[in-house]
């Protein structure tokens, strides 16, 4: 075999491999807990719609589990192309880390944000507690069911939604602390996300009431199968989920044009169609529009209004030593 025909036959296996390569791709998806359902049904949508404009079969796979424990995954070493975790500092955690820019909320329209949650109260059958409010919820012989804030972005949200509760309508700090006393005080079990929470007041019916996301509510009363109820208490937090390309990993593995598709995806009608089915709250406003039977009515606050900012709320609330150390002790 000549040189020059031996090139030409290395160039053709060079191509030819190149080809078969961009005709599959893998893209992973780091989430938090209770997201399993939305990206199932997104990862369905999306898949054929990428391969009818690219030729190249996408295979989604997904990860869930608390927050917290997401992000440290993915620093630590978990080759996520996305992100889409509850909590802004989770998120950002990543880009301190070097794994996305420093202005990743800059890379998608919202600020990165395709939808937004709540923290609403699930109870039992009829609500025999008689739960309405806040306040209801650490009357004596209420058992309350949340997961642990240090590692759930539900655990902190419930933490500072209930907070929130108090400052917001004219209480203190010191009154907000004494109520989240009473609140972890009279909560059996801090699961470690989401989802573990939901097993925890549904399947092993522990507790009275549980400090739940919106969507996650809804899942609880289809399965649990009219054996709960959600209470929208008047005034909650306005959870915001922030979705990045994790850039770092996506270039590495040759995913990067796939992984922002993927994400800008969540803002087509379709896709926000199939966050409110979900119990997502969709920020297209024409969709929110059409949907807004499904949600709740009630007062959001965000997070100035507790905190200076999401960095100092964490320091305050949930740094190693800072307030909800200084009074919860884990229950043996």
């Known amino acids: 075999m000549s040189k020059r025909l031996f090139i030409a036959l ?51 796979r997904q990860s869930h589990g608390g927050s917290g424990t997401q992000a440290r995954a993915v620093i630590d070493g978990l080759e996520a192309d996305v992100v889409t975790l509850a909590l802004w500092p989770d998120t950002n955690q990543i880009a301190k880390a070097g794994l996305l820019p420093l202005d990743w909320t800059s890379k998608l329209p919202n600020n990165s944000l395709p939808y937004t949650s709540t923290i609403v109260f699930v109870v039992r059958k009829g609500n025999p507690k008689g739960i309405k409010d806040w306040p209801d919820i650490v009357k004596p012989g209420v058992e309350i069911v949340t997961p642990n804030p240090k590692t759930s972005g539900n655990g902190k949200l419930s933490f500072l939604a209930a907070w929130g509760s108090v400052v917001t309508r004219g209480g203190s700090d010191a009154d907000a602390l004494a109520f989240v006393k009473k609140l972890y005080d009279q909560t059996p079990v801090l699961d470690l996300g989401a989802r573990g929470s939901t097993t925890t007041f549904v399947q092993k019916k522990i507790g009275d009431v549980h400090l ?92 100035e209004a507790v905190a200076k900012s999401w960095d100092d709320a964490v320091a305050k609330f949930f740094g190693d030593g800072a307030i909800f150390d200084s009074f919860y002790k884990p229950k043996k």
Not at 213 to 221: G, Y
Not at 230 to 253: D, G, M, Q, R, W
Request: net charge negative; aromatic share 10%; hydrophobic share 45%.
């Open 212 to 303: 739940s996301w919106e969507n996650e509510a809804h899942l609880e009363v289809a399965e649990a199968g009219g054996d709960v109820e959600i209470v929208y208490p008047p005034v909650s937090f306005l959870a915001e989920p922030h979705v990045a390309v994790v850039t770092k990993n996506a270039e590495h593995k040759g995913a990067l044009d796939a992984a922002n598709a993927y994400l800008k995806f969540l803002y087509t009608p379709e896709a926000q169609e199939i966050i409110a089915k979900n119990f997502y709250r969709p920020t297209n406003p024409d969709v929110m529009a059409k949907h807004r039977a499904d949600f709740g009515d009630l007062k959001l606050f965000r997070i």
């Open 10 to 60: 290395l160039a053709t296996i060079v191509v030819g491999a190149s080809q078969a390569q961009a005709a599959s791709l893998e893209l992973l998806n780091v989430s938090y807990d209770p997201t399993r359902e939305l990206y199932r049904a997104i990862n369905a949508a999306f898949a054929p719609t990428y391969k009818a404009e690219t030729g190249t079969d996408l295979v989604i």
